[in-house]
Structure formats: C-alpha cells, structure tokens
C-alpha cells in the first residue's frame, strides 16, 4: 500500500510538472523568439540611425549618446514586454521604476539642465571643436564637447569648464565662426601734425602688408578730435586666423613709420601754474 501512495504521488507530481509545462512552455518558447527577434530588430535600427547621423555630420558624441539612448530605451520596453508574456506582473515594477526616475531627476535636475543643453549644443553646434569663444564671462578656445560640459582653453593654457546648461542659455561670441574678420585700430596724431602726410603713412604700411584684403578696401578716416590728439581710425579687412598677427604688426609698424616722418603721437598732458607764495598769501589778506 504505502509503494501505490509513493507511486500515486509521485504520478501527481509527474502529471502537475507536464500540465505546467504544457500551459507554459509555448508562452515561454515564443518570449524568447520576441526577445531573440527584437534584439535583432534594435540593434538593426541603432545601426541604421547611427549610419543615418553619420551622413548628416551629426556631432559623433551626440550620435554615439543618442545611439545609447534609443538602444537603452528600446530594450528595456521589450524586457517588460518579454516579463508580461511569461506571466511576471509588471505593473508594480513600471510604478516603482517611474517613482525612482522622478526621485532622481529631482535630485540631479542641475545635471540634468546641463545634460539638455549639451545635447543643444551638439545638435545646434554654435561653436565646435578648435573655435575661439567667450561664453559666461570667460574665453579660450573649445577643447571637448561634453554631455554635461564644454571644456575651454585659454591663451595662457588654463583649462576652464564650463556647464552646458549656463552656455545653452547664455550669450556666446564665436570669434571663428567666419573665416574673415575686421581689424581695428585708433591712431592718435598731434593738433599740429598733417592729417594728410599721417594717412599716406598709415596707407603705406596697410598696402604694405599682404594679409590685409584689397576687397573690402581699408578705412582711413578722421574719428574724434580728442582733447590732445587727433584720432585716425584705420579698419582693415583680412583672415580670421590672421587676426592678432595683423593686430600687433600694424600697431608697430605705423608706429615706426610716424616716428620715420617726425609725426607725434601725443598723451594726456596737463598745463599746473603755480603762483609765487607770498602773493598767495597777500592776496588772503586783502
């Protein structure tokens, strides 16, 4: 007797596992088809986006970010979907994901403004890499383009970095943005020396130089009569990447060549008479 219960038993438990596995196995069998087949399908589209990003000269870190994101994205439905199909409740495990996203992006909503303007950035590209900027009160020239930073370089090799979020939202001055550019400057000549004889000089040196443009033509002109100079503005047309050669060259040289025709450039002078003492004094007692 007690042989038939094992024996009885044991078919219970046979019969229960092959039941089970007859209501399960095709639902389990087909989850992983889907899972098999929508990996295949996400990997395919993320090749196709990324192909697509790469013949539009989509910024390659924000191809690559946006590549991570979607395929993230995209997997992590079809894993809840997978879940569903086998019997795994999910709808616990969605509300509990959604709480713990909001509890985060509350808690990271700093980063996470510098995480959308760093996609502004990389999508809009107000600037690239090796362009000289001034953004948020600082310069220096774009070393990387990062998700949550841009990274500047001055002159003097300070590294500087700075949040997106503030550069997205803020004014930026792009001086490579064109491949030309205006240079400036102010020459100031004494009351007594000829305007004249100081603009030839000025013109001289300007054709003189071959990095100045011939089209548009340089500006001599007569700008202020100062208290104690004359002002010459002289705007000269040339590269972008010739700016500041140009800006010290010219600056020397037309001062060499007014010191050559005997023209002045005067300073700030101030005329103090300074009376006797004694009359001084003899005028307060009158």
């Known amino acids: 007797m007690e042989d038939f219960l094992n024996t009885d038993g044991v078919s219970t438990h046979v019969d229960t596992a092959i039941e089970m596995t007859m209501l399960y196995l095709p639902q389990l069998v087909l989850a992983v088809v889907v899972l098999i087949i929508g990996l295949w399908i996400i990997n395919r589209m993320v090749k196709l986006m990324g192909s697509g ?19 993230i994205t995209l997997k992590a439905l079809l894993f809840i979907s997978v879940a569903s199909m086998i019997g795994i409740a999910t709808t616990s495990f969605i509300a509990v994901l959604g709480a713990a996203g909001l509890a985060v992006g509350l808690a990271l ?3 996470l403004a510098n995480f959308a303007g760093g996609v502004l950035v990389l999508m809009f590209r107000p600037f690239k890499v090796g362009d000289f900027i001034t953004a948020q009160g600082v310069s220096g020239t774009v070393a990387e383009i990062q998700i ?3 990274v500047l370089k001055t002159p003097d090799n300070v590294r500087i970095i700075v949040p997106n979020g503030a550069i ?14 205006r240079v400036d400057f102010v020459f100031g000549i004494g009351y ?11 013109a001289d040196v300007v054709e003189a130089d071959e990095r100045v443009f011939k089209d548009p033509a340089p500006q001599i002109v007569v700008s202020n009569l100062g208290d104690s100079s004359v002002d010459i503005t002289v705007r000269v047309w040339g590269n972008a990447s010739d700016y500041w050669g140009l800006k010290f060259h010219l600056t020397e040289t037309v001062k060499l060549a007014f010191d050559a025709a005997d023209i002045s450039i005067p300073f700030p002078q101030r005329d103090v008479h300074m009376h006797h003492v004694t009359e001084a004094l003899r005028a307060v007692a009158n």
Request: proline residues 4%; hydrophobic residues 35%; glycine residues 6%.
């Open 53 to 71: 990003m790469e013949r539009s000269k989509t910024e390659p870190t924000l191809a690559r970010f946006l590549q991570s994101l979607v395929s």
């Open 148 to 150: 949550f930073n841009t």
């Open 192 to 202: 007594g020396d000829d305007i004249a004889k100081a603009k030839q000089v000025i």
């Open 168 to 181: 997205s939202n803020g004014i930026i001055n792009n001086f490579s943005a064109e491949p030309t550019r």
């Open 109 to 111: 909503q700093g980063s």
